[in-house]
Nanobody
Framework: VQLVESGGGLVQAGGSLRLSCAAS????????MGWYRQGPGKERELVAI????????NYAESVKGRFTISRDNAENTIYLQMNSLKPEDTAVYYC??????????WGQGTQVTVSS
C-alpha cells in the first residue's frame, strides 16, 4: 500500500487548505484512515480519522469545528478540509492507513505553514 499526500502549502492565519491522500494497492481489511501532524519540536499527534466505510469520524479537540475529514471510497482517497487555520496548525501532516494484521502505513508527509 502506498499513500500519496498533496495539498499542503503556505497560508495566512484564518485561511483554508485542503489536503488529499490517495491510497494505491489493496485496501482489503482497511480499518480506518486518517491524518496526523508533527509540529516543530513536537511529537506526532492525531488530527482526524475516518472509518473505512466513512461512517464514523474522530477529531483532536484542537481542530474540532475547523477541520473536516471525508473520503471517496471509489477513489480510495481521503481529504482534510482545514478552515480558520491558526499558526499553531503549522506542521508536517501525514496520511495514515490502518489495516487488520499488517498495521499502519504512512505517507511521506506534506508541509502546512500558517503565517500570523
Amino acid at each position: 500500500v502506498q499513500l500519496v499526500e498533496s495539498g499542503g502549502g503556505l497560508v495566512q492565519a484564518g485561511g483554508s487548505l485542503r489536503l488529499s491522500c490517495a491510497a494505491s494497492g489493496s485496501t482489503f481489511r482497511l480499518i480506518h484512515m486518517g491524518w496526523y501532524r508533527q509540529g516543530p519540536g513536537k511529537e506526532r499527534e492525531l488530527v482526524a480519522i475516518i472509518t473505512s466505510d466513512g461512517g464514523r469520524t474522530n477529531y483532536a479537540e484542537s481542530v474540532k469545528g475547523r477541520f473536516t475529514i471525508s473520503r471517496d471510497n471509489a477513489e480510495n482517497t481521503i481529504y482534510l478540509q482545514m478552515n480558520s487555520l491558526k499558526p499553531e496548525d503549522t506542521a508536517v501532516y501525514y496520511c495514515n492507513a490502518f489495516f487488520v494484521i499488517t498495521g499502519n502505513y504512512w505517507g511521506q508527509g506534506t508541509q502546512v505553514t500558517v503565517s500570523s
